[in-house]
């Protein structure tokens, strides 16, 4: 099935439009819309325990099972204290945010500028929705940049001391999240604070200036299509990773 939500600023319903193969014809459906007269900026549309999720970063996700007769919409707000103004960081969120599913949980990662510890040192959080049936996040782990580049894996790097662009949690360890850094793509275990891939990229497009999350998706091709074997790291990491595709 296709889905595409149509929201009516200000107004209390929504079209809901799907495409299924077994009918072959769009069909669309008022329902019911249960967010304030603000606008709805989906930065991606997630699937995940049977759902759509339309994620907009700045302060909620909109969920709804598109194969219901009667579609019900509804909202779980991001973390306490997350949600940002209207039109606060237009067009550069997804630079710094982004919502996932790995492992099999739907997670919401943090690096937005706001986003800062007790000394006021920038800093990246995982927040873990366990129960897509609730609106409560957990807070799974956090880490300040300061303490990822104080670490001898990162210094091996030779890569420097700056603020990098999100890209992506990987899809089934959610404590190895993905960034842009210049040329390179760096992946990181947040939670241990250590660099665990480090690797020049070779994006044709976008360019480098304008990479963020929207433009990645990563999969795992089936273990058939893979060569070579799984062995696991000392950092309990596995070469699996070098399977993962962008």
Same mark, same amino acid.
């Given at each position: ?5 149509? %929201? @009516? ?9 799907? @495409? ?20 709805? +900026?989906?930065?991606? #549309? ?8 339309? #994620?907009?970063?700045?302060? +909620? ?15 779980? %707000? ?13 067009? /550069? ?14 997670? @919401? ?14 800093? $990246? ?22 303490? $990822? ?10 890569? %420097?001391?700056? $603020? ?15 960034? @842009?850094?210049?040329?390179? /793509? ?11 891939? +480090?690797?020049?990229?070779? /994006?044709?497009? %976008? ?29 309990? #990491? ?9």
């Amino acid at each position: 099935m296709v889905a595409g939500l149509q %929201p @009516f600023v200000g107004g209390d319903k929504a079209i809901l439009l799907r @495409f299924s193969s077994e009918v072959g014809e769009w069909v669309s459906k008022y329902v019911g819309y249960p967010l304030p007269a603000r606008i709805l +900026c989906p930065n991606r #549309v997630v699937s995940h325990a049977g759902r759509l999720w339309w #994620v907009d970063l700045s302060w +909620c996700l909109l969920t709804c099972d598109p194969f219901e007769d009667a579609p019900v919409l509804r909202v779980v %707000p991001l973390p306490e204290g997350k949600a940002l103004k209207p039109r606060e960081a237009w067009g /550069l969120l997804d630079k710094y945010r982004c919502v996932r599913v790995s492992a099999g949980k739907l997670r @919401f990662v943090d690096m937005y500028s706001r986003n800062r510890d007790s000394r006021g040192a920038t800093q $990246i959080s995982v927040w873990t929705l366990a129960d897509p049936d609730t609106t409560e996040w957990t807070l799974e782990y956090e880490a300040t940049f300061k303490e $990822i580049w104080d670490d001898a894996s990162y210094k091996a790097t030779g890569l %420097p001391r700056k $603020i990098p662009v999100l890209a992506l949690i990987h899809p089934t360890n959610p404590d190895v999240v993905y960034f @842009f850094l210049d040329e390179h /793509l760096l992946g990181v275990n947040v939670r241990a604070r250590k660099v665990v891939e +480090c690797e020049v990229y070779e /994006l044709v497009a %976008p360019p480098s200036e304008h990479v963020a999350t929207r433009f990645i998706h990563a999969w795992r091709l089936p273990p058939a299509l893979c060569s070579g074997s799984a062995e696991e790291t000392e950092d309990g #990491v596995n070469e699996e990773l070098q399977q993962l595709h962008l």
